[in-house]
């Protein structure tokens, strides 16, 4: 079935450094590739997307370029901000054969230290 | 995009009592899922609401413990049945059918069992 991995965590930088996230995905089909976060003691907030091959998702300084050859849909941001300590997910949603339900990786915590 | 409300936000119960969670959605969808996020884990899918049909639980969660309604198209609750401490997570409701097949999130219900 559909899976998603991402890069284990957690991952700690200073503030001003750059951040890389991994995330890879298995599906059939053509899926939409998200990432959300969840900040401390809060939901789910839809970060970015990316609906088909070679789209690059962004917002807020954090981008992901949707990776068909690679099957990789990897966060970055240029230049991190104590403000962005948060857990990041990255999922899918693949309509082929399911119910459209999103299928999410484990999660990375991101700690920036100021 | 959709605004979802939950209630209630957070509650600590007696092992062997019922909770019915409530999520509301700013507007009508077709599907609503119900998550369950469990303490520094990811998210799993309980199970898919449709209204009009009977809800479909996905792998290892059935519907004596986690009975559902979802009476119309902007409303839907989850009850968590005869809870032990097990129990104890972040619930989530979850709608989406935009054009980009986002899917947003309330802002989780926190379980406590003792």
């Known amino acids: 079935g559909d899976s998603v991995t991402q890069m284990e965590g957690p991952v700690t930088l200073s503030e001003e450094a750059f951040l890389t996230i991994n995330c890879t995905y298995t599906?059939?089909?053509?899926?939409?590739l998200f990432w959300y976060v969840q900040y401390p003691g809060e939901g789910l907030q839809l970060l970015l997307k990316?609906?088909?091959?070679?789209d690059k998702g962004s917002n807020k300084g954090f981008e992901a370029t949707y990776r068909k050859e690679t099957t990789s849909f990897h966060l970055e941001k240029g230049s991190v901000q104590v403000s962005d300590s948060a857990v990041y997910f990255c999922?899918?949603?693949?309509?082929?054969?399911?119910?459209?339900?999103?299928?999410f990786g484990k999660g990375t915590k991101l700690s920036v230290k100021p | 995009s959709a605004v979802i409300s939950q209630k209630p936000s957070r509650d600590i119960c007696q092992r062997g009592t019922s909770l019915t969670i409530q999520c509301q959605v700013d507007?009508?969808?077709?599907?609503m899922f119900w998550y369950r996020q469990q303490p520094g884990q990811s998210l799993t899918l309980i199970a898919t609401?449709?209204?009009?049909?009977?809800?479909?639980?996905e792998s290892g969660f059935v519907i004596d413990k986690f009975p559902i309604s979802r009476p119309n198209l902007t409303f839907s609750t989850l009850t968590v049945s005869n809870m032990s401490p097990e129990d104890s997570s972040i619930y989530l409701c979850?709608?989406?059918?935009?054009?980009?097949?986002?899917?947003?999130f309330g802002p989780g219900t926190r379980l406590t069992v003792l």
């Open positions: 507007s009508q969808v077709t599907m």
């Open positions: 979850s709608s989406g059918q935009g054009t980009y097949n986002e899917q947003f």
């Open positions: 999922a899918l949603r693949n309509y082929g054969g399911s119910q459209g339900n999103l299928i």
């Open positions: 609401a449709n209204q009009g049909s009977e809800a479909t639980y």
């Open positions: 599906a059939t089909g053509y899926p939409s």
């Open positions: 990316a609906t088909k091959a070679d």
